[in-house]
């Protein structure tokens, strides 16, 4: 049994086969995949897609930095405040996927930090973790933990909960967010990239602070680097973590899978 615990199913890239895909995973034992949201029309496609396979599949709520709005607070309240969220939310695993992202463009990270408040904020009030994308902004994101996510939910009585998705940033920085809060690190194709530091980050989080993930239909992880990442591929990266851990594949999908489980509440696992 394994979850992949990040995947964007209801990209265009599956648009032609995403059953078939669904059933690849399966038959390579990813049993349970969450969904990733990056905005509202993305919501939709997700609690489509969930409903025909809720065995299988779980959705999450959230706005991606780089799907962020010239006004982020009505953005925010079109998604999330609202009766339709409010009868989907028994159903919904986290919130995410969301963070700062300043790869592409630094000019309106006040308006990200403020949508990643936002989006904490709620998740905290309804007992729900983070997928969290923090792309070339590990900094600023501590920053923020320190001066202003971590104070809050310490003044709620909560703790930040979430996965660290594609982890980039260094052992030290990894070492730090801890302190803020029970994040794990989401390890997926990346490590199986030549001259990837995310080894070195494995070895450093140990199993019991990993869960699996995909980002498919991005980064694949060798040897299909290149192609379509999909979910049944989360079985490769099961192997090559076995082998930088020297511990077994079985291992390795027990602990994740454990770890996944206890941290976005999936209990009906077969």
């Not at 463009?105 to 904490?120: F, I």
């Not at 040897?223 to 851990?245: D, K, M, S, W, Y």
Request: glycine content about 4%.
């Amino acid at each position: 049994m394994i979850i992949d615990t990040h995947c964007h199913l209801i990209d265009d890239a599956f648009q032609e086969d995403v059953e078939e895909v669904i059933l690849r995973a399966q038959e390579a034992e990813v049993q349970k995949i969450v969904l990733a949201c990056c905005d509202e029309q993305d919501f939709d496609k997700i609690i489509a897609l969930c409903n025909k396979h809720p065995e299988v599949l779980y959705p999450t709520i959230g706005i991606h930095p780089e799907n962020m709005e010239e006004d982020v607070e009505k953005q925010f309240e079109h998604l999330f405040l609202n009766e339709k969220t409010e009868q989907l939310l028994p159903s919904l695993k986290a919130v995410g996927e969301i963070g700062l992202d300043l790869h592409w463009d630094k000019s309106r990270l006040a308006d990200q930090q403020r949508l990643l408040c936002r989006q904490t904020e709620w998740a905290l009030q309804h007992n729900l973790p983070l997928l969290l994308h923090i792309r070339d902004a590990m900094e600023p994101f501590l920053q923020q933990c320190r001066e202003e996510l971590f104070p809050m939910a310490e003044s709620m009585g909560k703790t930040l909960r979430g996965i660290l998705h594609c982890y980039s940033g260094t052992i030290e920085q990894a070492q730090e967010a801890q302190r803020y809060g029970d994040f794990l690190i989401g390890i997926g194709g990346t490590l199986t990239y030549k001259k990837s530091s995310v080894p070195d980050i494995a070895r450093a989080a140990g199993l019991s602070r990993i869960v699996l993930e995909t980002d498919a239909p991005y980064l694949a992880p060798m040897p299909q680097r290149g192609h379509r990442n999909e979910p049944a591929f989360t079985r490769i990266t099961c192997q090559a973590l076995a082998e930088v851990l020297n511990c077994t594949p079985e291992e390795v999908a027990e602990q994740t899978t454990r770890n996944a489980r206890e941290l976005l509440c999936i209990k009906d696992l077969n």
